[in-house]
């Protein structure tokens, strides 16, 4: 850890009940980056935001923002929400219906004392800063989604905190209006040099957003890595499902050479792939290969195999293939409609991964 | 949300208020006299006495009587009510909510006399009935009179819960049984009144209770004819010796809470287990009323029924015996109008004091008391630690303590605490009883408002730097002003319409209109009961009034 470090948590642990939610989470931000949470629901992801932020009562570990460490369980220190000095951007945007534009924005400085004219300013100056100069006056209600969720940015940066944390912020915005707030988003949070903790629970909004991804899973990280790394060199079937489109034949290991190994798919596909696991021959494995890693090919050859084409579903930007394979169905992306038929299918070993 | 040491002192003071008053009538159902004189000592002679009295038995025969058979008639009519204006296509629905809803908030000691004015040997409608068909079929002062009065008169409790868990359910889970072939009758069988059974057995249970609790109907209905039921009994016990048989009394009322406490305790379980079954409910929340077609004049017909007997005839027995001076067979009402009941009510200082008092009471009482609601509501909102759920207990608890018996041990409070005492003759010892007394009830509005209050909108005060109780006070409290507005104008009628509770705490200076009317009634002054009886609807009814304009849901 470095002195760039601006969150630190260490080993946090959490219970509902007797039920563990976080089993020991490390983790740490530095600043200026964008870190996401990223997991499938009950994972623990919004959890660990909402115990970083005092929302949640973790029973053991520690969070430190600033140097400043705010939560301790050993230490018994545990700072209140309202002392930590943190902003959060909620799913639902959380904008109080009963204030303004302006008070909304206005209400954490009038909290912190500041001078009616210099509070005027700010908001006026973070509410221009993010294109809403104009609607100070509206109330929550009268305002569009993308507009609701600016105003909620804006309450959660204009007291200038040292670490901004954003709980799913795109997920209450349709589709189409989610890229675009997804460039916009990192846009501003580069911009600004904020650092970020973004919960999300989907992969892609994952990627595109943060410097860096941890995968949860049941309470502890599974792993973590830059975008990169997450989606090209998975640590575990978990992380390589989860990442990306996979498409996932289930077999035996039936020989083993150099790092790879052979699987058999109902006593009749045979693909080589890295292992990624300790399976040894006869053991139960998983291949995992995403699916714009699965080709079509023109002919017969090393790693091809001829399979029944059952369908091509036409996805407007690509092609995708519905391969059965026995029991099991394959995926594949390809430019062109295909007719049914026999196709032969290349398995590039170096992108078949073997858990 | 409220800090710590704030929120000890609100709990500390709610358990006072609630176990102090509790704990001195289950003491003094031990001793041998009053606890406040020397001699008395811990006993058990006070139950001996009252089980070797053959009216305490008498009055529990009857109390179980009536429970039992207002639960048979109030159950089914109720239910049948809601499933009509919720689930079909009544004409006029929106129009009938608000009358059936009214029982529940006319005094039952007006309703009773009412009944006894419209439906007596001499009332109206008995003299109208006997000139046009010969004789009068009915006893109003028949035990089985007063078990048909009360089930009627509960029918509105039963239609509350019943219809809002039928709202609760969604058509989609009926569409389903539709599609997967059953009949509309089948649906109701098979699906809809089972997904609803939960809400309609907690109801039972409450409507059982409430007939353990019911005081004003059978204390003016049983009288003439010697029908006791518990708390009458109890009323009784006062003159019963000619020495303040306090131990009796305590003894009573212990036996009461013997079985009312564990029928609290039943319903909020059951209460629970309902809300369950409302988790499961389908999504939509579009309904498709169920087609009539002609029984919608049979529908119609009940309803006008049912709304004649329960409202109109007592109501209006009320007014027109407040405006003549004379009344039975041959005596043509129109040469008997007078307003002299009134001039004689607003004659006597006392009963102005009453008025006022009730008014002071519902308004001022009222915003005090949904005040301190609020404090206990916000001191355990979105805290699910021990101490909120001790509240949940403390405020259960005055639940099972009938209003009278509330009333009697806040007046023994006052009577022997002796910082305390200097305020028993003010109305501050009525409306502490009050407050005490609707404590579930004014919760249950509060509560109900304060979960309309997203908990983010909280937190997020929470995370820009405000404390809890800055959050209370500039986050919650707005959003909820107008669940507080409903909440007070709620209390207002309750309280209006409350009798019970200040029978015993009635002494110069804390006169209620609810109070004075069983005590007047007692001494026969008819004429000005009847006045003061209208009064009193009249002020509820400004209340009902206000609510509406205002847009208050009256139930939740």
């Given at each position: 850890m470095t002195d760039k470090t601006i969150l630190s948590v260490d080993n946090l642990a959490l219970s509902y009940g007797s039920n563990p939610i976080l089993k020991g989470v490390s983790m740490h931000l530095r600043r200026g980056e964008v870190v996401s949470l990223l997991?499938?629901?009950?994972?623990g992801k919004t959890t660990l935001l909402r115990a970083v932020a005092g929302l949640e009562q973790p029973h053991a570990g520690s969070v430190t923002i600033a140097g400043r460490t705010i939560y301790d369980g050993a230490g018994g220190i545990d700072i209140p929400a309202e002392k930590r000095d943190l902003g959060l951007v909620f799913q639902s945007y959380?904008?109080?219906?009963?204030?303004t534009v302006f008070d909304n924005v206005a209400y954490p400085l009038k909290l912190r004392k500041v001078g009616q004219g210099e509070i005027a300013e700010r908001v006026q100056a973070a509410l221009k800063n993010l294109g809403l100069?104009?609607?100070?006056?509206?109330?929550?209600?009268?305002?569009?989604g993308g507009q609701q969720q600016r105003v909620s940015i804006a309450r959660a940066l204009v007291y200038n905190p040292p670490v901004i944390l954003l709980d799913e912020?795109?997920?209450?915005?349709d589709a189409k209006m989610r890229e675009e707030a997804r460039a916009w988003l990192r846009n501003l949070i580069v911009e600004m040099q904020l650092s970020a903790l973004v919960v999300t629970h989907d992969q892609s909004e994952a990627m595109a957003m943060s410097d860096r991804i941890l995968l949860l899973n049941g309470g502890v990280i599974e792993q973590q890595g830059s975008p990169q790394e997450m989606y090209s060199q998975p640590q575990t079937y978990f992380v390589a499902d989860f990442m990306g489109s996979n498409n996932i034949l289930k077999g035996r290991i039936v020989e083993i050479r150099d790092g790879e190994a052979c699987v058999e798919v109902d006593g009749q596909l045979r693909l080589w792939g890295r292992r990624r696991s300790d399976a040894a021959i006869g053991q139960e494995v998983k291949a995992v290969l995403r699916v714009e890693q699965l080709r079509l090919a023109d002919g017969p050859g090393e790693h091809r195999v001829a399979i029944d084409l059952a369908t091509s579903m036409f996805l407007g930007d690509r092609f995708e293939y519905v391969f059965h394979a026995g029991d099991t169905l394959l995926r594949a992306w390809g430019s062109r409609p295909e007719a049914a038929g026999q196709r032969w299918l290349e398995f590039p070993p170096e992108a078949v991964w073997v858990f | 949300m409220l800090q710590t040491l704030p929120r000890r002192a609100v709990v500390a003071l709610l358990a006072l208020s609630v176990f102090f008053p509790l704990g001195l009538v289950l003491w003094q159902s031990v001793?041998?006299?009053?606890?406040?004189?020397?001699?008395?000592?811990?006993?058990l002679e006070s139950f001996v006495f009252i089980f070797e009295d053959p009216d305490f038995w008498m009055a529990t025969r009857n109390t179980l009587i009536i429970a039992v058979g207002m639960s048979v008639i109030a159950i089914p009519l109720g239910a049948v009510l809601a499933f009509i204006m919720v689930r079909t296509d009544l004409p006029g629905r929106r129009w009938l909510e608000t009358p059936i809803l009214i029982p529940i908030f006319v005094s039952p000691v007006v309703l009773g006399f009412g009944y006894v004015v419209s439906?007596?040997?001499?009332?109206f409608f008995s003299v109208w009935f006997e000139a046009l068909?010969?004789?009068?079929?009915?006893?109003?002062?028949?035990l089985a009179a007063i078990v048909v009065i009360a089930g009627l008169t509960h029918v509105p409790h039963v239609y509350l819960y019943s219809s809002s868990a039928l709202r609760n359910l969604g058509s989609d889970v009926e569409e389903a049984a539709r599609l997967s072939g059953a009949s509309p009758f089948r649906v109701a069988r098979d699906v809809s009144i089972p997904m609803v059974s939960p809400a309609l057995l907690y109801v039972g249970v409450l409507v059982f209770f409430l007939g353990f609790e019911i005081f004003g109907l059978p204390l003016i209905l049983g009288d003439p004819e010697g029908h006791l039921v518990l708390t009458t009994y109890l009323y009784k016990l006062t003159n019963?010796?000619?020495?303040?048989?306090y131990h009796l009394m305590a003894a009573v009322a212990t036996c009461i809470i013997a079985v009312t406490f564990p029928l609290v305790l039943l319903q909020r379980a059951l209460l629970k287990s309902a809300q369950r079954f409302v988790a499961m409910k389908?999504?939509?929340a579009r309904q498709r009323p169920l087609a009539l077609g002609p029984w919608k004049w049979v529908a119609l017909a009940v309803i006008a029924l049912w709304l004649l007997l329960t409202i109109v005839v007592p109501v209006s027995g009320v007014a027109l015996r407040s405006v003549v001076s004379s009344w039975g067979?041959?005596?043509?009402l129109l040469e008997v109008l007078t307003l002299d009941h009134f001039r004689a009510v607003f004659e006597e200082d006392v009963m102005i004091r009453s008025i006022l008092n009730s008014i002071l009471i519902g308004t001022f009482g009222g915003a005090l008391a949904v005040g301190g609601y609020l404090l206990v509501g916000l001191a355990t909102?979105?805290?699910?630690?021990g101490l909120s759920r001790l509240v949940d207990y403390i405020v259960l608890?005055?639940?099972?303590?009938?209003g009278l018996m509330a009333g009697l041990a806040v007046f023994w409070v006052f009577l022997f605490v002796p910082f305390l005492a200097p305020l028993r003759s003010t109305l501050f010892s009525v409306w502490f009883a009050y407050a005490v007394v609707w404590l579930a009830y004014g919760m249950r509005l509060i509560q109900s408002a304060l979960m309309q209050v997203g908990p983010e909108l909280e937190e997020a005060g929470r995370l820009v730097g405000a404390s809890r109780a800055r959050v209370s006070l500039d986050i919650t409290v707005p959003l909820i002003r107008n669940g507080l507005l409903g909440a007070w104008l709620l209390v207002f009628m309750i309280f209006e319409r409350e009798y019970s509770t200040g029978v015993y705490l009635l002494s110069p200076g804390t006169e209620v209109i609810g109070a004075q009317i069983v005590s007047l009634w007692a001494s026969g002054a008819v004429d000005v009961v009847a006045a003061l009886s209208l009064i009193n609807m009249l002020l509820v009814g400004t209340g009902l009034a206000l609510a509406l304009r205002f847009g208050v849901k009256l139930h939740d």
């Open positions: 997991g499938p629901s009950g994972s959380a904008l109080w219906p009963h204030k100069g104009h609607l100070a006056e509206r109330y929550p209600h009268q305002l569009s912020p795109l997920s209450n915005l | 001793l041998s006299g009053p606890f406040f004189m020397p001699s008395a000592q811990l006993s439906l007596g040997p001499v009332g068909f010969g004789h009068v079929p009915w006893n109003i002062y028949s019963k010796l000619g020495t303040p048989s389908g999504k939509s067979a041959g005596i043509n909102h979105r805290k699910p630690d608890t005055p639940r099972a303590v009938p």
